[in-house]
């Protein structure tokens, strides 16, 4: 079992800055890729991006590729979420979610079976 809770949201203007952290419980940290996800209103969730469970590899939507970095500490077993020049469109609530570490990072339909609450992300334009 792992408990995934995530914090960081808020309100921001376009062109903003927020860093999104996520702090999992367990001592398995070790043993899964981490994704971000999101679902803004009336919309489906979408994947935003993954680290696999050492760090040494990302991934991104093409959608925040170059806005948004991805990292992990395994000392502190927190993902984090630095996400840059926001736009309106990045309002959404963000999920963090962990994945057995036997899937590529690329596969982010897959294998996510542990899902924190979420936090709300609002850009003003």
């Known amino acids: 079992q792992v408990q995934l809770v995530e914090s960081g949201g808020g309100l921001v203007q376009a062109g903003g800055s927020l860093r999104l952290s996520c702090a999992a419980s367990g001592r398995t940290f070790s043993t899964y890729n981490m994704g971000w996800f999101r679902q803004a209103p009336g919309k489906e969730r979408e994947f935003v991006a993954s680290v696999n469970w050492s760090g040494g590899s990302t991934y991104y939507a093409a959608s925040v590729k170059g806005r948004f970095t991805i990292s992990r500490d395994s000392a502190k077993n927190t993902v984090y979420l630095q996400m840059n020049s926001l736009k309106p469109e990045d309002t959404a609530v963000y999920c963090c979610?962990?994945?057995?570490?036997?899937?590529?990072?690329?596969?982010?339909?897959?294998?996510?079976?542990?899902w924190g609450q979420g936090t709300q992300v609002t850009v003003s334009s």
């Open positions: 979610a962990a994945q057995l570490k036997y899937y590529s990072i690329s596969d982010y339909l897959k294998g996510y079976d542990y």
